[in-house]
């Protein structure tokens, strides 16, 4: 069984930066990837940003430049480092895993998911 914990978020200004973290527990794939979606109330959850077992790379064109996916495979553990934040971003961030995929931001591709930590972002 493959649990994801997030953690990091918290609130900042605008223009404030925050890292989530997600810890994997449990045994995904040699052949993975993962994922940070977020949502927003009242919205539909949506891809930000994605890697795969080869390290490489997908973003949202609303992310792009600002945001930095990547991962630390001997501590098991997923980061998002978002930089430049806009109230726009704020959501519930969730990590996600799935076997065998490019750096998919499809979340219907996604088998595990995490609880959530919320990003709040204040003009």
């Known amino acids: 069984q493959v649990q994801l914990v997030e953690s990091g978020g918290g609130s900042v200004q605008a223009g404030g930066s925050l890292r989530l973290s997600c810890a994997v527990f449990?045994?995904?794939?040699?052949?993975?990837?993962m994922g940070w979606f977020r949502q927003a109330p009242g919205k539909e959850r949506e891809g930000v940003a994605g890697i795969d077992s080869d390290g490489r790379t997908s973003y949202a064109d609303s992310v792009k430049g600002r945001v930095t996916i990547s991962q630390h495979n001997a501590k098991n553990t997923l980061y998002l480092q978002m930089n430049s934040l806009k109230p726009e971003d704020t959501a519930m961030y969730y990590c996600a895993a799935a076997y065998g995929l490019g750096p998919s931001l499809n979340q219907y591709e996604y088998k595990y998911w995490g609880q959530g930590t919320q990003v709040t972002v204040s003009s």
């Open positions: 449990g045994y995904i794939s040699s052949s993975y990837c």
